[in-house]
């Protein structure tokens, strides 16, 4: 008994050491460049700065006619709107698939199943984009990325959708609620639950998205915040305390999201995995 | 009976946005992809060519290339995320006290983006300043040339993609873990089971349905892969870590529009072709286990 809780010390003490060298030592590189010297930074090495230099931050917000506060802006936007459009669209659309057990629902769900295997066509995509006249407007943007998560959000939401009786409906039925009001009030507040998790991962899979922006929504105008990072290195190859400062500075918002829905992500891991 | 109270409790038409959002912005583009796969292209006009993009992709060397470099790719970082998340998880789901710690770290790279992911690394594989050469020469060592010698370079880059992705095989083999019924686990110590045996013959078949997810869903992402390899190689040294979506992008800057086309849709082919048998054989294994 005594060994095998000398056993456990040491499983805590090894697991603990292995984790922060290979977790959390980048991380700190990652901050401990963004506040040295342009000259300390280039430099690359894990020491303590000579001094301190919180000014970098100031200077990512400046640098570039202030094009981290335009890709902040959309990047938000991109991002509010996509979790907003996808929280409901897909609510709706997997209430009926889970609920209806013909023919034309099962032909529904399997189509939309096949987004979660093969990938978007792009250039084609461009094109139909540039017919409609919306190619490098956010809207199109918007669609896009929830066209692209439609599966994901709806292979979630109905798993989570199998454990609500359906009893529940029914009564409403009777009560004289009609079918409208009977989703919006009824379920979909019933919904919560898989929906922080869909938040989070639908957020920062929106908000670190650099592939999807690059090809549909180009121009300086409609910078993300992806897209300031790669302009760093290709526009001020030395200066890597601002392109720290800049990566530090843009994965705030998804630690933010992370602390406020920490607990859910296993929950719905758990809903979206093992029960879809 | 029934299907009347179905047909008059869900709408069919609560379907309808998300089904034109997804039929418009992402299954149409791909329908009219595979004539424009056929085509020399410039978005103004298409002039048929037939095979011949596809003849020209597998070729020339730079862009045939891809397609087994996309296999090492996805094969080698689903087969490490599968392995390796499962002994975090059973270490996790042990009864040692600091799992918070550990989870959340783990768990952590998930929120910081691809690229930034890809240039940080790229720096730290640095051939002369990186921390990584430099613990090598603190152990004497001689430095090595993670992302500039051909012959290692996409393998540098599929333990960085590793080490993002891995939380989420290791969340998922948990919550796989935590499902299984506890007293399967006291019948086999009564039993005299040895932890390992335990592990062996009961944690590891009772996991096949997540361990499947993870497969499915690592190589699926292992097959489309872009952004790391482009951020941290841009597909060189020379093509030497070129893969499918790359090879899309290059064509794509070039002007070559029916032959970037031409290879999405090698790439849908080959999803199909590995992801639905796969998963076809996966469910039957899983059928056979329960």
């Known amino acids: 008994m005594k060994k095998q809780k000398r056993l456990l010390v040491l499983g805590d003490i090894i697991g603990v050491i292995v984790t922060a060298i290979i977790f959390?030592?980048?991380?700190?590189?990652?901050?401990?460049?963004?506040?040295?010297?342009?000259?300390?930074?280039?430099?690359?090495?894990?020491?303590?700065?000579?001094?301190?230099?919180?000014?970098?931050?100031?200077?990512?917000?400046?640098?570039?006619?202030?094009?981290?506060?335009?890709?902040?802006?959309?990047?938000?936007?991109?991002?509010?709107?996509?979790?907003?459009?996808?929280?409901?669209?897909?609510?709706?659309?997997?209430?009926?698939?889970?609920?209806?057990?013909d023919k034309a629902t099962a032909a529904v769900q399997s189509v939309i199943m096949l987004g979660l295997m093969i990938p978007a066509a792009i250039l084609p995509t461009i094109h139909l984009l540039q017919s409609m006249h919306i190619y490098k407007t956010m809207f199109s943007m918007v669609m896009i990325e929830i066209a692209l998560q439609t599966p994901f959000a709806i292979m979630l939401y109905r798993g989570y959708m199998a454990s609500i009786p359906t009893e529940l409906e029914e009564a409403a039925r009777i009560d004289g609620c009609s079918r409208w009001q009977i989703f919006t009030s009824i379920i979909f507040p019933l919904l919560k639950p898989i929906q922080a998790t869909l938040i989070i991962l639908v957020g920062v899979t929106t908000f670190n998205d650099f592939t999807n922006p690059l090809y549909f929504l180009p121009g300086a105008e409609n910078v993300t915040v992806q897209q300031t990072l790669y302009n760093y290195r290709s526009q001020v190859q030395s200066s890597f305390n601002l392109l720290f400062a800049d990566i530090i500075l843009i994965t705030i918002p998804m630690l933010i999201l992370f602390l406020i829905f920490n607990k859910r992500i296993v929950d719905g891991m758990v809903a979206g995995s093992v029960k879809g | 009976m029934k299907s009347n109270?179905?047909?008059?409790?869900?709408?069919?038409?609560?379907?309808?946005?998300?089904?034109?959002?997804?039929?418009?912005?992402?299954?149409?583009?791909?329908?009219?992809?595979?004539?424009?796969?056929?085509?020399?292209?410039?978005?103004?006009?298409?002039?048929?060519?037939?095979?011949?993009?596809?003849?020209?992709?597998?070729?020339?060397?730079?862009?045939?290339?891809?397609?087994?470099?996309?296999?090492?790719?996805?094969?080698?970082?689903?087969?490490?995320?599968?392995?390796?998340?499962?002994?975090?998880?059973?270490?996790?789901?042990?009864?040692?006290?600091?799992?918070?710690?550990?989870?959340?770290?783990?768990?952590?790279?998930?929120?910081?983006?691809?690229?930034?992911?890809?240039?940080?690394?790229?720096?730290?594989?640095?051939?002369?300043?990186g921390l990584l050469n430099s613990v090598i020469q603190f152990f004497g060592g001689n430095p090595v040339d993670f992302l500039g010698n051909p012959a290692l370079a996409l393998f540098s880059i599929i333990m960085v993609d590793v080490w993002k992705g891995l939380s989420i095989s290791v969340v998922i083999y948990i919550a796989g873990i935590q499902s299984i019924d506890k007293t399967y686990y006291e019948a086999a110590s009564i039993d005299g089971a040895t932890s390992?045996?335990?592990?062996?013959?009961?944690?590891?078949?009772?996991?096949?349905?997540?361990?499947?997810?993870?497969?499915?869903?690592?190589?699926?992402?292992?097959?489309?892969?872009?952004?790391?390899?482009?951020?941290?190689?841009?597909?060189?040294?020379?093509?030497?870590?070129?893969?499918?979506?790359?090879?899309?992008?290059?064509?794509?800057?070039?002007?070559?529009?029916?032959?970037?086309?031409?290879?999405?849709?090698?790439?849908?082919?080959?999803?199909?072709?590995?992801?639905?048998?796969?998963?076809?054989?996966?469910?039957?294994?899983?059928?056979?286990?329960?």
């Open chain 1, 24 to 101: 959390l030592v980048p991380f700190y590189f990652m901050f401990i460049q963004s506040i040295k010297s342009k000259k300390e930074a280039s430099r690359l090495s894990i020491s303590l700065p000579t001094e301190v230099h919180f000014e970098n931050y100031a200077e990512v917000f400046k640098y570039n006619n202030y094009q981290l506060v335009r890709a902040f802006k959309n990047s938000g936007i991109l991002t509010i709107f996509t979790v907003l459009g996808l929280l409901f669209t897909a609510a709706m659309a997997a209430y009926v698939i889970q609920r209806r057990r």
């Open chain 2, 5 to 129: 109270k179905e047909k008059s409790l869900y709408p069919m038409w609560f379907v309808i946005p998300s089904l034109i959002i997804f039929g418009v912005f992402f299954l149409w583009p791909i329908i009219t992809s595979l004539y424009y796969s056929l085509t020399v292209w410039n978005f103004e006009t298409a002039k048929f060519c037939g095979l011949d993009n596809y003849k020209l992709f597998f070729s020339e060397h730079a862009m045939s290339s891809s397609v087994v470099h996309t296999l090492i790719y996805a094969f080698g970082t689903s087969i490490l995320k599968v392995v390796i998340a499962f002994f975090i998880a059973i270490f996790l789901t042990s009864k040692i006290r600091t799992k918070d710690f550990i989870r959340s770290a783990v768990f952590f790279p998930n929120l910081v983006s691809m690229v930034a992911v890809g240039l940080s690394f790229a720096y730290m594989m640095h051939p002369t300043k």
């Open chain 2, 196 to 290: 390992w045996q335990q592990i062996k013959s009961i944690t590891l078949p009772l996991l096949a349905p997540s361990q499947n997810s993870i497969i499915i869903l690592s190589l699926i992402g292992g097959l489309r892969s872009f952004e790391l390899i482009w951020t941290m190689t841009g597909g060189g040294p020379g093509f030497a870590t070129d893969v499918l979506a790359s090879v899309i992008y290059k064509q794509y800057a070039a002007g070559f529009y029916g032959l970037s086309t031409a290879g999405n849709v090698v790439m849908l082919i080959l999803i199909s072709l590995i992801a639905f048998p796969l998963q076809h054989f996966l469910n039957k294994r899983e059928e056979a286990i329960q």
